[in-house]
């Protein structure tokens, strides 16, 4: 087959203690997903239903350097588990959803907060708050067969030596296995999907010249600086 133009490569994350890698599918992403972080973005931390957005596949990045992007003075960072998929399907049931897991790691979830701020007051989508050129540092997949299930466990993240972030896993309101039941009434999941599952409480401006570690319990830590 020939091509009018030069394909993108395969969108890929190395999969952590081996050669492999894990091609990325899409990315999806839960919103207020701890109470903390709902309520200091004004929002009723009460058991709503789930909300997802998504960013591109080619948002993930793992050169360990955030851009300061264009268009936005108030670029905030949200420290964030992520989930890989090595299966998918519609109407998973929660008591199945484990079963799709490949593997988890770390993710920077960065926002552009003022344009998100403006598209949430205008009732539009909020694409170029959250789905922009290198906005989701990441670090490599840990397989379920090396790590486990990750269900608990400390999170934290660190701007230039303070914490900024810091919460426990199973303080997530929809468990990953809900998350990955929920998602798949509205999408047909699929192996190379990787889900951000919510960030905790503490989200906050970065500069240039910032470092920030993100680290989770069983899975090491991820450094990214802001250039
Ligand atoms: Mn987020």
């Not at 009723?44 to 050169?63: A, G, H, V, Y």
Request: glycine share 10%.
């Amino acid at each position: 087959m020939d091509y009018v133009i030069s394909t993108q490569p395969i969108v890929s994350l190395p999969v952590h203690g081996t050669d492999a890698k894990f091609p990325v599918r899409r990315v999806y992403c839960i919103g207020r997903n701890y109470a903390g972080h709902a309520i200091e973005m004004g929002h009723d931390p009460d058991r709503e239903d789930p909300f997802f957005f998504q960013k591109n596949p080619n948002n993930l990045d793992l050169s360990g350097e955030f851009p300061y992007p264009q268009k936005s003075s108030d670029v905030h960072h949200e420290a964030e588990l992520f989930v890989a998929l090595k299966t998918g399907g519609t109407n998973i049931p929660v008591n199945k959803a484990l079963d799709h897991v490949f593997g988890y790691g770390l993710a920077l979830d960065m926002t552009r907060r003022d344009l998100q701020s403006i598209q949430k007051k205008m009732g539009r989508p909020w694409e170029v708050g959250k789905a922009f050129e290198k906005s989701a540092p990441c670090g490599p997949v840990h397989p379920v067969s090396a790590v486990g299930h990750l269900d608990q466990g400390h999170l934290e993240l660190k701007v230039n030596g303070a914490v900024r972030q810091e919460a426990d896993l199973n303080q997530m309101i929809w468990k990953v296995p809900e998350m990955i039941s929920y998602l798949s009434e509205y999408y047909e999941l699929a192996p190379g999907d990787v889900i951000l599952s919510g960030t905790p409480s503490g989200v906050a401006a970065v500069e240039k010249g910032d470092v920030m570690v993100l680290t989770i319990d069983g899975l090491g830590s991820l450094e990214v600086k802001v250039v």
